[in-house]
């Protein structure tokens, strides 16, 4: 997770290692880091009112802007009628998404392209690599950039 503070120009970076996760998981596991982040900020500074999730993860963002209706409707079910994967972090995700939209935060998800230049998807990458080289990167807290 790279997150911006746009108005002061600073930058945290933040990533971990799961063993027998998968892609998609650590995916999620981002998304729920991001969003508890936003809220942990929202309830100490009060003064953002929009934020923006970029992700190269379409399933992620259809995940949290479509899907998850069905989900609800249908019992935590897929269109197939089978278990939707990864059921608990999805709830997780939900539960803080809600949390901070009634803080009155708009969240808007955006889906930006992977390996194409995007200077902070990019770096999203290079963490993410680092750690599961092995070899984590030194990150930034509350850096300018």
Same mark, same amino acid.
């Given at each position: 997770?790279?997150?911006?503070?746009?108005?002061?120009?600073?930058?945290?970076?933040?990533?971990?290692?799961?063993?027998?996760?998968?892609?998609?998981?650590?995916?999620?596991?981002?998304?729920?880091?991001?969003?508890?982040?936003?809220?942990?900020?929202? &309830? +100490?500074? $009060?003064?953002?009112?929009?934020? =923006?999730?970029?992700?190269?993860?379409?399933?992620?963002?259809? #995940?949290? !802007?479509?899907?998850?209706?069905?989900?609800?409707?249908?019992?935590?079910?897929?269109?197939?009628?089978?278990?939707?994967?990864?059921?608990d972090l999805w709830q997780k995700? &939900? +539960?803080? $998404?809600?949390?901070?939209?009634? =803080?009155?935060?708009?969240?808007?998800?955006?889906?930006?392209? #992977?390996? !194409?230049?995007?200077?902070?998807?990019?770096?999203?990458?290079?963490?993410?690599?680092?750690?599961?080289?092995?070899?984590?990167?030194?990150?930034?807290?509350?850096?300018?950039?």
């Open positions: 997770v790279v997150a911006l503070d746009t108005d002061r120009g600073l930058v945290w970076e933040y990533g971990d290692k799961e063993s027998k996760a998968t892609n998609n998981q650590m995916e999620l596991a981002a998304c729920l880091h991001a969003l508890k982040l936003i809220l942990k900020s929202a &309830l +100490k500074e $009060k003064n953002f009112h929009v934020v =923006e999730m970029r992700l190269d993860s379409k399933y992620v963002i259809q #995940g949290v !802007t479509e899907w998850s209706k069905n989900w609800l409707k249908n019992g935590w079910k897929s269109s197939q009628k089978k278990d939707v994967l990864n059921k995700i &939900l +539960k803080v $998404k809600r949390e901070v939209e009634d =803080e009155g935060i708009n969240l808007k998800f955006i889906h930006v392209y #992977g390996h !194409t230049g995007e200077k902070w998807n990019e770096r999203c990458d290079e963490i993410a690599k680092g750690f599961a080289s092995g070899e984590p990167p030194e990150l930034r807290r509350a850096e300018k950039y």
